[in-house]
Structure formats: C-alpha cells, structure tokens
C-alpha cells in the first residue's frame, strides 16, 4: 500500500525510468498534444485508462466521472468533448463501462445517497428503456451486468446526437464512437457497440444544418 509519500517517491522514480527508456520524451511531449483516443471513463480507481490500454503520456485524452455518463447538461463532458473532436480532432471515443459499477448499482436501488441521486438520474431512464429485456434476466448478478453494458451503450448512442459529434462527422467523418466493458476480474475489457462516423440517427437527431 502506498503512503502519501510514496507517491512522491514514485513519481521521481517513474520520471526517472521513462527517460531512461526514451530520452527526451518528457521534453518532446511539452510541445505538442495530438492524442488519438478521447476516454470517456468511470472514475473508479481500478478502471486506469492508461494502463490497461498500454498507452503513455499523450495517446488519450481522458475524462472521467461516477458511471461513465454523457449528460448532455453537463458542462464539463461537454468542454472536453469538444476540445477532443473539434481541436484535437481525435480519431476514436471510447465510453468504457466496467462491471462491478458502483453507480450502476446505486442506481439500481430505491435508496437515496445524496448528490450522487441526481448525476445517477439517467441510469434509472436506461432501465426504463430496456425494462423489458432486463426484468427477464433471471440472477440480480446477470440483470447488474446487462444495465452496465445497457449504460455504456447508451451513453455512446447519447454520443453521437450531440451537435459537437455530428460536426465532427459533417466536417470531418470523425470520430467513430465506441462502447467498452472492463472486466475487474480479469482486466479484459469487451466491445459492445460501435457507431462509426456518418451513422445515420433518427431525423429528429440529426442537425442537417451543421
Ligand atoms: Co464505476
């Protein structure tokens, strides 16, 4: 278990170590930001995008929040959403879900929390969309799985009505938008959808003056 110290010590250390491996790569980085990959991710301190993509210092852009959610209030997803597909111009958006979600979960519930209620609102309108399918999964396990991949489907889906999104695709046909679970058992992570720039929506979602 790490200390607060030690974070500083590791630090050090891992600074020391990347430019042992690649000089000059501290110094390269300061110049330029050119990131392929937007994260769109849960805050969970086990879902690191970084390492279980194998990547380094300036191949995603990351934003995270309780539950992976793409509000479309709110302001903070957008503004880095934005900046990732309009400036950046990434190339992919990756919504990644996990199971063993402690937002899904809460949301999964009729008790109140706090705050948290309002931002997990949107969870309880996924399980009104797919009540359905999902009451007809026999295990609470199982029925807990599905609205976690049922969740990041529909926040790649929210993804893709966003005017910032379809600008990109009207401007650009990027970014191609996807749906990831990760599995904390195993550190797996699994597709489960894919909407690849200029996908169709439904007229009322599409802005065909952009
Ligand atoms: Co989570």
Redesign the pocket.
């Known amino acids: 278990m790490n200390t607060y110290d030690q974070l500083i010590r590791n630090n050090k250390a891992w600074a020391e170590d990347m430019e042992r491996k690649d000089p000059g790569f501290f110094s390269r980085l300061v110049h330029v930001q050119n990131p392929e990959f937007l994260w769109i991710g849960?805050?969970?301190s086990r879902?690191p995008a970084n390492e279980i993509t194998g990547t380094l210092p300036g191949q995603i852009f990351v934003h995270r929040n309780?539950?992976?959610m793409v509000v479309n209030t709110d302001v903070n997803l957008l503004s880095v959403l934005e900046y990732a597909v309009l400036v950046l111009k990434v190339k992919h958006v990756i919504v990644c879900?996990?199971y063993?979600?402690?937002?899904?979960k809460a949301a999964m519930t009729d008790q109140s929390i706090g705050i948290i209620d309002t931002w997990l609102r949107n969870i309880k309108d996924v399980y009104r969309l797919h009540k359905e399918e999902v009451d007809a999964i026999p295990s609470e396990q199982g029925r807990f799985d599905r609205m976690v991949e049922l969740n990041v489907m529909e926040q790649v889906m929210d993804l893709a009505k966003t005017t910032i999104v379809q600008r990109g695709w009207a401007d650009r046909n990027g970014p191609d938008l996807h749906g990831w679970v990760y599995r904390l058992s195993d550190g797996i992570v699994h597709s489960v959808c894919d909407i690849p720039a200029g996908t169709a929506q439904e007229p009322i979602h599409m802005y065909g003056n952009l």
Do not use: K, L, P
Not at 100 to 104: A, D, E, Q, R
């Open positions: 849960c805050s969970d879902v309780i539950a992976n879900g996990h063993g979600c402690g937002g899904v």
